[in-house]
């Protein structure tokens, strides 16, 4: 799948219209506005800038899942830019692109229509990233509270995203996040990422 950065329009129309506080209405715009989006040009960071604004995180991180090989590959992630700059130093390699092998169970709760809490960036990368400098990142963004959800299509789980809340800050905006969520699987199947037929 093709990255490509969003146009200059796009942008502009959803910094005026997609708040925490958006509406069902503009939601099924902003996912009208996605449907049209072909499969080799799928914007994943306009789509990680839009939830970012819709829940108000802190750091937002999108990934395409992908059947063969039970894993998720991270195509976006949004946030302060010196911030994310520090989270890559402590990982030791850049964040886009990277592919995170989904440990056990981690499939089955994905695959739930349900906004998942996490207790650390450790559990957010399936494990992957060591519990201390899961922490030491943590600390050092000031990170509150984590979620994850699965976008769904058919039962069948084409990405997620991994949300990072300010310290002291918490969802205000569950429902909507839910419907975008569920909209969101809908337009990535038209895109034609349910490859759940695949051999």
């Not at 894993?71 to 010196?82: A, D, K």
């Not at 207790?119 to 030491?136: C, K, L, V, W």
């Not at 299509?153 to 990405?159: A, C, P, R, T, Y």
């Not at 969802?171 to 038209?190: D, K, N, T, Y």
């Amino acid at each position: 799948m093709t990255h490509v950065e969003p146009n200059h329009d796009a942008v502009k129309w959803h910094q005026v219209n997609l708040t925490t506080s958006a509406t069902d209405a503009e939601l099924n715009h902003v996912l009208e506005y996605y449907a049209d989006w072909e499969p080799e040009s799928f914007q994943w960071s306009c789509l990680a800038r839009d939830l970012k604004r819709l829940t108000g995180a802190l750091i937002l991180v999108l990934s395409e899942y992908c059947p063969a090989k039970m894993s998720l590959v991270t195509r976006s992630i949004e946030g302060i830019p010196q911030k994310l700059e520090a989270v890559i130093h402590q990982l030791g390699h850049p964040m886009v692109g990277h592919e995170w092998v989904l440990a056990e169970g981690v499939y089955e709760e994905l695959n739930k229509v349900q906004l998942h809490r996490l207790d650390s960036i450790h559990e957010a990368s399936s494990y992957h990233i060591p519990e201390f400098i899961g922490f030491t990142i943590e600390k050092m963004l000031g990170i509150g509270s984590i979620y994850s959800m699965g976008f769904l299509h058919d039962n069948q789980l084409l990405g997620n995203f991994v949300l990072a809340m300010p310290k002291g800050h918490e969802l205000v905006s569950e429902r909507q996040i839910m419907l975008f969520s569920q909209g969101v699987g809908r337009v990535l199947a038209h895109a034609g990422m349910d490859r759940s037929n695949e051999s």
